[in-house]
């Protein structure tokens, strides 16, 4: 793994459980879930923290989002040319109204409120677009994003805002997974601090693109 403090290894880890976490309750009961659709989350309020993952691809209906050509305005008054995949756009909104209430009574709730977005594969996609949107909507709140195996999810002007206003981003990636490289034609761009694995890091008989084999790479 590519050089981190100890305290972000920490934070990797405890974001790749909850990422797991998204994709299977039954050993997260305590956990809040949310799921419009074929969309998922789930979240954890800890002090002044506030903690979202979002679930990653889990069925044919959710692999079809990732091959939705195009991609949607995203823009803000500081960046107005800004778009982001089109696909992991509609993924992302189905929640966005019930999740930005939730995040709005935690910010009312805690001083120093410190909002981590995570997730894995598409769920990663769509935690980069939350984070932003976030940062975006309450500058006062500091936003930190972990994503891992996720493919690009906005064009260079999305890129260069989420770099300003999400500066604590982890993108963790191992070289053999193949949904790191989805947007073959080069429409968008990934965004946040990349963390590279070691390729020889994957357990034999592990799929590299599996939230689980992360998790091991991360011991």
Do not use: W
């Amino acid at each position: 793994m590519s050089r981190s403090s100890s305290g972000d290894v920490d934070l990797l880890r405890a974001c790749a459980q909850l990422s797991l976490c998204a994709y299977d309750d039954s050993q997260c009961r305590e956990l809040e879930y949310l799921e419009i659709d074929q969309t998922r989350l789930c979240t954890a309020h800890v002090l002044d923290h506030l903690f979202i993952a979002f679930r990653g691809t889990h069925s044919c209906q959710t692999m079809r989002v990732n091959l939705v050509p195009g991609s949607r305005a995203f823009g803000s008054r500081e960046a107005p040319t800004t778009r982001v995949h089109r696909g992991y756009h509609d993924h992302y909104q189905v929640v966005r109204p019930s999740l930005l209430r939730k995040v709005d009574e935690f910010l009312r709730e805690v001083d120093e409120p410190c909002v981590t977005i995570a997730g894995h594969s598409l769920g990663g996609a769509c935690a980069t677009i939350c984070a932003l949107d976030v940062a975006r909507r309450s500058p006062q709140c500091r936003v930190r994003c972990v994503t891992f195996g996720a493919p690009p999810a906005g064009n260079e002007s999305f890129c260069e805002e989420f770099r300003r206003r999400v500066p604590t981003s982890h993108r963790v990636v191992h070289p053999q997974d193949p949904a790191v490289y989805l947007d073959r034609l080069r429409l968008h761009r990934h965004a946040g601090q990349p963390v590279l694995l070691r390729s020889s890091s994957v357990p034999a008989r592990c799929t590299p693109h599996h939230i689980e084999t992360y998790i091991r790479c991360l011991r």
